[in-house]
T-cell receptor, first 113, second 112 residues
Framework: GESVGLHLPTLSVQEGDNSIINCAYS??????FIWYKQESGKGPQFIID?????DKRQGQRVTVLLNKTVKHLSLQIAATQPGDSAVYFC????????????FGTGTRLTVIP | DSGVTQTPKHLITATGQRVTLRCSPR?????VYWYQQSLDQGLQFLIQ???????AKGNILERFSAQQFPDLHSELNLSSLELGDSALYFC???????????FGPGTRLTVT
């Protein structure tokens, strides 16, 4: 099966600093990657996605970087705020039009005021 | 608010029982996905429906089944429940297969 893993299960950052959450994937044929944020007691919330024909995509305060050579994905959060504290999941889809996402185990981000 | 609704929010039942979880996708979305999340585990894909038809199956037990109705809402049926079935069950929807999925708030199932 697919394997999507995270380098660090927990990450603590000072408020205002930038956060980087990393994710490794195993299937070089994966075409679509997505980051979700899950706050306690809530469902995963879409943050940003990227397709394999891109290596960088920016959103509001977030940037996703894709390195297909080493099969690595990262999520950068600029000027991290207390409201960013949550568990972050990366997920991959093995091919365009695939039906489901394979999720990593998640990284818990804690923002220290 | 993602626009995906799930009911009930909480469900407590005994082993051996059967429950039905309900999901209404975002307006206009044709695909519905069901996921299971246990404790601090990641989300495990269970099953997907697209416009009323089963499209893909993941790690779904034979005791579990689902369907999508003509109005596009979906139900996940869990039978012969075991303690290990206690988990959060999420529904997600997307307009088409292969696009970003939007998740509902989940149903927390506790089997005692």
């Amino acid at each position: 099966g697919e394997s999507v893993g995270l380098h660090l299960p927990t990450l603590s950052v000072q408020e205002g600093d930038n956060s980087i959450i990393n994710c490794a994937y195993s299937n070089s044929a994966s075409d679509y990657f997505i980051w979700y944020k899950q706050e306690s007691g809530k469902g995963p919330q879409f943050i940003i996605d990227i397709r394999s024909n891109m290596d960088k995509r920016q959103g509001q305060r977030v940037t996703v970087l894709l390195n297909k050579t080493v099969k690595h994905l990262s999520l950068q959060i600029a000027a991290t705020q207390p409201g960013d504290s949550a568990v972050y999941f990366c997920a991959e889809s093995p091919q365009t039009g695939a039906n489901n996402l394979f999720f990593g185990t998640g990284t818990r981000l804690t923002v220290i005021p | 608010d993602s626009g995906v609704t799930q009911t009930p929010k909480h469900l407590i039942t005994a082993t051996g029982q059967r429950v039905t979880l309900r999901c209404s996708p975002r307006s206009g979305d044709l695909s519905v996905y069901w996921y299971q999340q246990s404790l601090d585990q990641g989300l495990q894909f269970l099953i997907q429906y697209y416009n009323g038809e089963e499209r893909a199956k993941g790690n779904i037990l034979e005791r579990f089944s689902a369907q999508q109705f003509p109005d596009l809402h979906s139900e996940l049926n869990l039978s012969s429940l075991e303690l290990g079935d206690s988990a959060l069950y999420f529904c997600a929807s997307s307009f088409r297969t292969g696009l970003e999925q939007y998740f509902g708030p989940g149903t927390r199932l506790t089997v005692t």
